[in-house]
Nanobody
Framework: HVQLVESGGGSVQAGGALRLSCKAS????????LGWFRQAPGKEREGVGG????????FYADSVAGRFTISQDDTENTIYLEMSGLKPEDTAMYYC????????????????????????WGQGTQVTVS
C-alpha cells in the first residue's frame, strides 16, 4: 500500500514553473513533518523544504527560498511544491518524505537530520530544467 505518491515532474525551460504534488496516507499526513528532498547525480541529497501539517509555516533551504513555495490541502492529505524561476541547477529527482510518526523532533531539524533511512519516502519525480 503506497503511503506517499509524488506527481507533477517534467521538463521545463529555465525560468519556468512547475508544481509537484505529494499525496499522503492519513496517518502520515496528520500533525506530522512532511517535506521535499532532491538529489542530482553526483550530488548530496538536499532537503528542499518542509512543513508541519498541524499548523506551522513552511520552511525552506536557502538555495530555493523565494522561488519555491510549499502549501497544503488538508482535505486531500496533500502537500505541494510550487517552483518558479527554475534554474538548471534545480534539475534533480524530487522526493516527498514524512517523519516517522513515532518521532517528535522539530520539523526544521527533521529535514536536515542524518536519520533519513527512517523516513517514509515516495518514489520520486524527475524535474529537468534546461
Amino acid at each position: 500500500h503506497v503511503q506517499l505518491v509524488e506527481s507533477g515532474g517534467g521538463s521545463v525551460q529555465a525560468g519556468g514553473a512547475l508544481r509537484l504534488s505529494c499525496k499522503a496516507s492519513g496517518n502520515l499526513y496528520r500533525k506530522n513533518c512532511l517535506g521535499w528532498f532532491r538529489q542530482a547525480p553526483g550530488k548530496e541529497r538536499e532537503g528542499v523544504g518542509g512543513v508541519y501539517t498541524g499548523g506551522l509555516p513552511p520552511f525552506y533551504a536557502d538555495s530555493v527560498a523565494g522561488r519555491f513555495t510549499i502549501s497544503q490541502d488538508d482535505t486531500e492529505n496533500t502537500i505541494y511544491l510550487e517552483m518558479s524561476g527554475l534554474k538548471p541547477e534545480d534539475t534533480a529527482m524530487y522526493y516527498c518524505a514524512a517523519r516517522p510518526p513515532q518521532r517528535s523532533e522539530l520539523c526544521e531539524y527533521w529535514l536536515v537530520s542524518r536519520r533519513a533511512a527512517e523516513n517514509y519516502w515516495g518514489q520520486g519525480t524527475q524535474v529537468t530544467v534546461s
